[in-house]
């Protein structure tokens, strides 16, 4: 065998990248609720979120969903400062992949306790929808919580 050729072999075997697991259980899907209406969407949405840190900082979260509506999974996508919040689009596209969700809603608050979407709001809306539409997942919802008020693009028909 060529020098080329074992030092090709030798790299094929050897290759190793950092990457993403996603353990995909069945049985405890079945044990995960399904949510049909706005309203179980948010009240979920506030049942995992920190209520210490709502008033504080703007965090990120995604929830991923099977095409019958049931919740797989749902992780705190970015954490960011008082008055924004990147996003890590590759992230959150990522974890749809690796979980086989059909449906996607994503949630960030407002520490200002203002839930009206900002420009900004509205165009990650848009780039997280296009780029989960390349990867055949819908986003169903994005939500502006505050402690006492949200706002649903879905609602609102700006999906």
């Not at 689009?89 to 994503?106: D, E, G, P, Y």
Request: some cysteine; aromatic content about 6%; proline content about 2%.
């Amino acid at each position: 065998m060529s020098r080329k050729r074992e030092d090709l072999s030798r790299l094929k075997t050897k290759w190793a990248a950092t990457r993403i697991v996603v353990k995909y259980n069945q049985k405890e899907l079945q044990h995960k609720p399904v949510i049909v209406s706005h309203k179980q969407a948010h009240e979920m949405i506030l049942s995992v979120w920190d209520k210490e840190l709502i008033n504080i900082h703007e965090e990120l979260m995604a929830f991923y969903f099977t095409r019958a509506n049931r919740l797989i999974g749902y992780r705190l996508i970015s954490s960011g400062s008082s008055h924004k919040c990147l996003i890590d689009l590759k992230f959150l596209v990522s974890l749809a992949l690796h979980t086989m969700a059909s449906h996607v809603i994503i949630a960030h608050n407002h520490p200002s306790g203002e839930v009206q979407p900002s420009m900004q709001d509205k165009e990650v809306t848009a780039r997280v929808k296009q780029a989960l539409a390349l990867i055949d997942v819908k986003l169903i919802d994005h939500f502006i919580i505050s402690e006492s008020d949200c706002y649903s693009f879905g609602v609102e028909g700006e999906l």
